[in-house]
T-cell receptor, first 117, second 111 residues
Framework: AQKITQTQPGMFVQEKEAVTLDCTYD???????LFWYKQPSSGEMIFLIY??????QNATEGRYSLNFQKARKSANLVISASQLGDSAMYFC??????????????FGQGTRLTINP | EPEVTQTPSHQVTQMGQEVILRCVPI?????FYWYRQILGQKVEFLVS????????KSEIFDDQFSVERPDGSNFTLKIRSTKLEDSAMYFC?????????FGAGTRLSVL
């Protein structure tokens, strides 16, 4: 079974600093996908970035990058030049085993990021 | 940009009542999901749906829950007799194949 661990319940960062949110995972699958979602206080889940297990390059999307270390089974999210609007809950998730083409996501507990002005 | 739409945004119901949560997935997506997030906790998978049938369901998805795609656009989650512990945010998600796009959620409050 897949498992996602986010060990930082809360992070406080000064505006404009870079921040790294930790995520480790456990799976016996050879092929898997890792996701990061942002959940602001309004509650919606916003897709940020995706990394496939066979992707050789770390994924990047604007100010977001994913530091993928396969041997360590870690997929940390790096946010560069943090902004006040980045304050939110962040969830790491893993795509589960495919069943009839559908693949559920398994989520970590989340990290609450607070950006201070 | 296409998005997953969920209605209502907030549903208040009495314990024992039936509720139907509605979702309109992105139109060309093939796979549909419901997840639940109890306040302050992580997001939990409930059920996946493909080709008009359930692909997988979690242990949370007991006989009180059902899903349906009554027409080509809507995807619904029904809870037959709500309990206090069903109070949560319910998210619908859809995917073409890889990646999942979430709706804004329905906050269900059972009194």
């Amino acid at each position: 079974a897949q498992k996602i661990t986010q060990t930082q319940p809360g992070m406080f960062v000064q505006e404009k600093e870079a921040v790294t949110l930790d995520c480790t995972y456990d799976t016996s699958d050879q092929s898997y996908g890792l996701f990061w979602y942002k959940q602001p206080s309004s509650g919606e889940m916003i897709f940020l970035i995706y990394q496939g297990s066979y992707d050789e390059q770390n994924a990047t999307e604007g100010r977001y990058s994913l530091n993928f270390q396969k041997a360590r089974k870690s997929a940390n999210l790096v946010i560069s030049a943090s902004q006040l609007g980045d304050s939110a809950m962040y969830f790491c998730a893993m795509r589960g085993v495919e069943i009839q083409g559908a693949q559920k996501l398994v989520f970590g507990q989340g990290t609450r990021l607070t950006i201070n002005p | 940009e296409p998005e997953v739409t969920q209605t209502p945004s907030h549903q208040v119901t009495q314990m024992g009542q039936e509720v139907i949560l509605r979702c309109v997935p992105i139109s060309n997506h093939l796979y549909f999901y419901w997840y639940r997030q109890i306040l302050g906790q992580k997001v939990e998978f409930l059920v996946s749906f493909y080709n008009n049938e359930i692909s997988e369901k979690s242990e949370i998805f007991d006989d009180q829950f059902s899903v349906e795609r009554p027409d080509g656009s809507n995807f619904t989650l029904k809870i037959r007799s709500t309990k206090l512990e069903d109070s949560a945010m319910y998210f619908c998600a859809s995917s073409p194949w890889d990646g999942q796009y979430f709706g804004a959620g329905t906050r269900l409050s059972v009194l």
